[in-house]
């Protein structure tokens, strides 16, 4: 069984429209998964008192509040514990894709990514995340 095959519900946090847009088509044309998309950590906060998500797809670099800081008080609520968290970002070095690893994320897509591989590309990050635990 593959690990996407039990994500339902996707919440993406982007403030790039393009990034979002693409994503959305994409998912939506390749998956049954339901979409939400909000722009800011903000708003994702908010969202996740009455949606949770079973992946979250995390920009690194947003204004105000940045992937790490959403992802620090994402984690502090409890019923999310078991969702995935994938960070997206444009900029990456391969210290930071072991920081964020380090956050406790499962990984990193870079942007751009192929939105027609875009659910293989989670699978393998998620797979690689768990494989990676058992280390």
């Known amino acids: 069984m593959r690990y996407t095959d039990s994500i339902k519900n996707v919440l993406l946090v982007d403030d790039d429209t393009n990034i979002t ?58 019923w999310l514990n078991s969702t995935y968290v994938i960070f997206i970002t444009a900029k990456v070095q391969a210290d930071e894709v072991d920081q964020f690893r380090a956050l406790g994320a499962e990984g990193v897509i870079t942007k751009p990514f192929d939105p027609i591989c875009l659910v293989d590309t989670i699978e393998e990050v998620i797979t690689q995340s768990k494989l990676n635990a058992v280390k």
């Open 21 to 78: 847009f693409l994503t959305k088509i994409a998912l939506n044309e390749l998956t049954d998964w339901k979409i939400e998309v909000v722009e800011s950590g903000a708003k994702a906060l908010k969202l996740v008192e009455t949606f949770t998500p079973d992946l979250i797809l995390l920009d690194a670099m947003m204004p105000e509040m940045d992937g790490r800081a959403t992802y620090t008080k994402l984690r502090e609520m409890n």
